[in-house]
């Protein structure tokens, strides 16, 4: 029992700082929306729990990710848009790094 209380970071894991922050402006009336987003998780080195070498649950992960994020209303009504972000890692440890890539849709009601 008691590993798999370390699995849901309940002990023995070292608390975090975690980040994140968005810098935008608009364009074409207000139809293209641009992103630049910043998030990480910062380790306090605190805790006993090995670092896993596998795996994504691990202690002391730290890292920063940024990248780009477009948003672009389809209709005119600015309710039904599509949304895309590429991600990588400016820093990582004990972490998966490689670049993320996001698509989707939106609607605003």
């Known amino acids: 029992?008691?590993?798999h209380a370390r699995l849901v970071r309940t002990e023995d894991v070292s608390d975090?700082?975690?980040y994140d922050?968005?810098?935008?402006?608009s364009f074409f009336?207000?139809?293209l929306l641009t992103i630049f987003k910043i998030n990480g998780i910062e380790s306090f080195y605190n805790g006993s729990f090995?670092?896993?070498p596998v795996g994504l649950f691990s202690n002391n992960v730290e890292f920063m990710g940024i990248g780009?994020?477009?948003l672009y209303y389809l209709n005119?009504?600015?309710t039904l848009g599509l949304a895309v972000r590429v991600a990588g890692?400016?820093?990582?440890?004990?972490?998966l790094a490689s670049p993320s890539f996001s698509f989707g849709m939106f609607l605003e009601m």
């Open 50 to 52: 090995p670092v896993n």
């Open 21 to 25: 922050a968005e810098f935008g402006y």
């Open 29 to 31: 009336q207000r139809r």
């Open 89 to 95: 890692a400016a820093k990582g440890k004990n972490v």
């Open 16 to 18: 975090e700082f975690r």
């Open 68 to 70: 780009p994020e477009f």
């Open 1 to 3: 029992m008691k590993k």
């Open 76 to 78: 005119a009504e600015k």
